[in-house]
């Protein structure tokens, strides 16, 4: 009964800034760890950056100083301010969390539909 869908993808040229939003949603009783993935065309999903208890965060090599992963605990939505964009930063962007479920007590790992983020030279 939990979702999770992203918004905010599109086509920008290099240099430029996106937002990209992650909205839980359904029988939530705790959000607990967040992050968000990428996955390129013929390459392996990997992780992007991470958002874990205690507000600690973790990015990649290749984004660190460019991106910045956020929350919204009233809206129960993640965020992943991307600066600086370079052409190898297209993918698909995939949100992901760790939420227990309100009514079941069950705690399982999610995973929204994925965003398309195009940078051009």
């Known amino acids: 009964q939990v979702q999770l869908v992203e918004s905010g993808g599109g086509l920008v040229q290099a240099g430029g800034s996106l937002r990209l939003s992650c909205a839980a949603s359904?029988?939530?009783?705790?959000?607990?760890?967040m992050g968000w993935y990428r996955q390129a065309p013929g390459k392996q999903r990997e992780l992007v950056a991470v958002?874990?208890?205690?507000?600690?965060?973790n990015y990649a090599d290749s984004v660190k100083g460019r991106f910045t992963i956020s929350r919204d605990n009233a809206k129960n939505t993640v965020y992943l301010q991307m600066n600086s964009l370079k052409p190898e930063d297209t993918a698909v962007y995939y949100c992901n969390a760790d939420i227990t479920d309100r009514l079941k007590y069950y705690t399982n790992d999610y995973w929204g539909q994925g965003t398309q983020v195009t940078v051009s030279s």
């Open positions: 359904g029988s939530i009783l705790r959000i607990n760890v």
């Open positions: 958002l874990i208890s205690g507000g600690t965060t």
